[in-house]
């Protein structure tokens, strides 16, 4: 993968546990780290579920290898936003990681 291909900065971000103003527990993404990616939109799809249209939009996000990324995180790319949902890291030479998402926002 050519540096060139990676033209995206992205955030990614767990599920964890934060805390209000008030000193309550609360759900928040916390960041994990930042990576450049490269991002292609894969393919979408529009459904009609409970008469309400549904649409969702698959992508490809590579970037160099690493394994703290798991299922459930999200990618941040400004205000675009994809839930990773597998992770298909190049085992044999470490080189880069595929993440496949679907973009929630």
């Known amino acids: 993968m050519r540096a060139g291909d990676r033209d995206r900065y992205l955030t990614f971000k767990r599920l964890g546990g934060a805390e209000n103003e008030l000193g309550e527990k609360v759900d928040a993404w916390v960041n994990v780290g930042n990576a450049w990616a490269s ?3 894969l393919n979408g799809l529009q459904a009609l579920k409970a008469d309400q249209p549904l649409t969702t939009v698959q992508a ?3 970037t160099l290898y690493r394994t703290d990324i798991v299922p459930g ?3 941040h790319d400004g205000a675009r936003v994809y839930e990773v949902k597998a992770v ?3 085992v044999s030479r470490k080189k880069y990681t595929d993440f496949v998402c679907e ?3």
């Open 103 to 105: 973009v929630v926002a």
């Open 60 to 62: 490809s996000v590579r």
């Open 88 to 90: 298909l890291p190049d």
């Open 39 to 41: 991002v292609k939109m």
């Open 73 to 75: 995180m999200r990618a």
